[in-house]
Antibody, heavy 125, light 107 residues
Framework: EVELVESGGGWVQPGGSLRLSCAASGFIFSDHYMDWVRQAPGKGLEWVGRTRDKANDYTTEYAASVKGRFTISRDDSKNSLYLQMNSLKTEDTAVYYC????????????????WGRGTLVTVSS | DIQMTQSPSTLSAAVGDRVTITCRASQIISSWLAWYQQKPGKAPNLLIYKASSLESGVPSRFSGSGSGTEFTLTISSLQPDDFATYYCQQYNSYSFTFGQGTKLEIK
């Protein structure tokens, strides 16, 4: 079965750190760009960032709201994606989704064709 | 960042109705637009990409149109399973951005 499963969410105090993981299965993980998208409680969707594939040197992109605090990485040998979150703020409270970038016509695009179920991160004192 | 604005924010409709949701971009994004459906407590699900391309497995009652800055998602005949929140998303440039969502409610 093709799926993404996030883990690592929980409660953390402001200023703290947390590392999220996303386990992929059912497809060739190493072939795909991967993204993180978050959703604050009762709010809309916000793109967090992306990691490209090995052919593109695993380069990354980030939203301005998390740049310098969050780091996306991947381990293709483990079919896993990670989100290291440092200097957490109360406004980072959200469900964090792992998402696969769409791939069509031998090109990777910016839409997301596969999503995990999400993991909740709560930043509160 | 490119701002995406959806209208309406809430839409009440009945089973069998034809509904249209509009998404406007703050600058030209060509056809680099996707639509998602999200149900409470669930992850979003891709419906449409490249403004009008139907994702595999998505019912043909869903269709998308538009280019430039104005886009629409149309559901030709609402089914009970379609009552959900819909989001547009631009992928013309980083940072990718989403509309604020349109909640489709049962009338």
């Amino acid at each position: 079965e093709v799926e993404l499963v996030e883990s690592g969410g929980g409660w953390v105090q402001p200023g703290g750190s947390l590392r999220l993981s996303c386990a992929a299965s059912g497809f060739i993980f190493s072939d795909h760009y991967m993204d993180w998208v978050r959703q604050a409680p009762g709010k809309g969707l916000e793109w967090v960032g992306r990691t490209r594939d090995k052919a593109n040197d695993y380069t990354t992109e980030y939203a301005a709201s998390v740049k310098g605090r969050f780091t996306i990485s991947r381990d293709d040998s483990k079919n896993s994606l990670y989100l290291q979150m440092n200097s957490l703020k109360t406004e980072d409270t959200a469900v964090y989704y792992c998402a696969r970038a769409g791939f069509a016509g031998a090109t990777t695009w910016g839409y997301f064709d596969l999503w995990g179920r999400g993991t909740l991160v709560t930043v509160s004192s | 960042d490119i701002q995406m604005t959806q209208s309406p924010s809430t839409l009440s409709a009945a089973v069998g109705d034809r509904v249209t949701i509009t998404c406007r971009a703050s600058q030209i994004i060509s056809s680099w637009l996707a639509w998602y459906q999200q149900k409470p407590g669930k992850a979003p699900n891709l419906l449409i990409y490249k403004a009008s391309s139907l994702e595999s497995g998505v019912p043909s009652r869903f269709s998308g149109s538009g280019s430039g800055t104005e886009f629409t998602l149309t559901i030709s005949s609402l089914q009970p399973d379609d009552f959900a929140t819909y989001y547009c998303q631009q992928y013309n440039s980083y940072s990718f951005t989403f509309g604020q969502g349109t909640k489709l409610e049962i009338k």
